[in-house]
């Protein structure tokens, strides 16, 4: 079964920056659509970026758009969430999740469109 592990998590004053990395075992990796979900304190798993197999087509929640970029390299399995203005609003734990058989242009915003996830890592942006 194929895992994937979150790293990067932190905690940081707003303003700052942190770059959330997902390494993902086996070689699936590059046919899968990747995602990253949240769970803020008290709050529902909420929708966060998207990105394609390929990694050439994205989509961001309203909320980030314009602070966060996800990327995926194919060649290491890993998946990238680059987090720029972190707001406290941003904390939360993150999640990755992997559409494991995607085609080309397939996006997924909804969680149950993915098929495995990570265990999450915690941001913490304090004002």
């Known amino acids: 079964q194929v895992q994937l592990v979150e790293s990067g998590g932190g905690s940081v004053q707003a303003g700052e920056s942190l770059r959330l990395s997902c390494t993902a075992s086996?070689?699936?990796?590059?046919?899968?659509?990747m995602g990253w979900f949240r769970r803020a304190p008290g709050k529902e798993r909420e929708f966060v970026a998207a990105?394609?197999?390929?990694?050439?087509?994205?989509s961001y929640a309203d909320s980030v758009k314009g602070r966060f970029t996800i990327s995926k390299d194919n060649s290491k399995n890993i998946l990238y969430l680059e987090m720029n203005g972190l707001k406290p609003e941003d904390t939360g734990i993150y999640y990755c999740?992997?559409?494991?058989?995607?085609?080309?242009?397939?996006?997924?915003?909804?969680?149950?469109?993915?098929?495995?996830w990570g265990q999450g890592t915690q941001v913490t942006v304090s004002s």
């Open positions: 999740a992997a559409d494991w058989n995607a085609i080309l242009s397939t996006i997924r915003l909804s969680a149950p469109e993915y098929d495995d």
């Open positions: 086996g070689s699936a990796f590059k046919r899968a659509a």
């Open positions: 990105i394609n197999r390929s990694g050439g087509m994205t």
